[in-house]
């Protein structure tokens, strides 16, 4: 069960992170597909694990934008990505409404708060 709530996170945020950042920076198809899934892997594990049991949505929801922020940041700043601040704040806004639906499916999912 873990595998497909974390499939289904990944695909969510590829379908997010990929097409905004290959719109919005220079990102190739295949940077945006890496940064997409180490950025589902690290949210999977401390937003939805670990936070979201222990908190609440929208803990959990603004705990993840905050990584995805930072992840992404980092990463226009290492791949040297033309990623301005608006066009970030964009991208996590997007990500930060998909994450808070996700969270509330998954603990629909499990009937309660257990992920």
Known sequence: MRLTKFVLKAALNAVVVVPMLMWLTDATFAESMVTAL?????????????ILRKTSNLVAT?????????FLW?????????????????????????????????IMMDGGWRI
């Not at 180490?38 to 670990?50: M, P, R």
């Not at 290492?78 to 969270?103: K, R, S």
Request: net charge negative.
């Open 38 to 50: 180490l950025l589902s892997v690290i949210a999977y594990v401390i937003g939805d694990q670990v």
């Open 74 to 106: 980092g990463a226009g700043w290492y791949l040297d990505w033309t990623l301005n601040m608006t066009d970030l704040v964009m991208i996590v806004a997007a990500l930060g409404l998909v994450e808070y639906v996700f969270h509330r499916v998954l």
């Open 62 to 70: 603004v705990a993840d934008a905050g990584l995805a922020f930072v």
